[in-house]
Nanobody
């Protein structure tokens, strides 16, 4: 059974940082793309970032570009999301995703994590 398990969420003050981690079990995803989505209350799920299988290609939505950094460790079957300069608008549940094609479209996601809550206080 494939599982993606996120960790690292929590409460942080505006301007602070958090690092999210996602570990996969049940199979390896070394040739898949990894990514992150988030969903705030009352809003649709939003694509944030993705990284190619090699780790050399990264993609970000405009709202997090320059503040968030995605990376992966194929040996550990994990992906990280370093989040800096957080604002209250970043408050949401954050989801790790895996897919074989573009992850900026939900249709491209093959697997979802269960989510981890990030709350940014003003």
């Amino acid at each position: 059974q494939v599982q993606l398990v996120e960790s690292g969420g929590g409460l942080v003050q505006a301007g602070g940082s958090l690092r999210l981690s996602c570990a996969a079990s049940g199979r390896t995803f070394s040739t898949y793309r990894w990514g992150w989505y988030r969903q705030a209350p009352g809003k649709e799920r939003e694509f944030l970032a993705a990284v190619t299988w090699s780790g050399r290609g990264t993609y970000y939505t405009d709202s997090v570009k320059g503040r968030f950094t995605i990376s992966r460790d194929n040996a550990k079957n994990t992906v990280l999301l370093q989040m800096d300069s957080l604002t209250p608008e970043d408050t949401a549940s954050y989801y790790c995703v895996v897919g074989r094609t573009g992850l900026d479209d939900i249709a491209g996601v093959d697997y979802w994590g269960q989510g981890t809550q990030v709350t940014v206080s003003s």
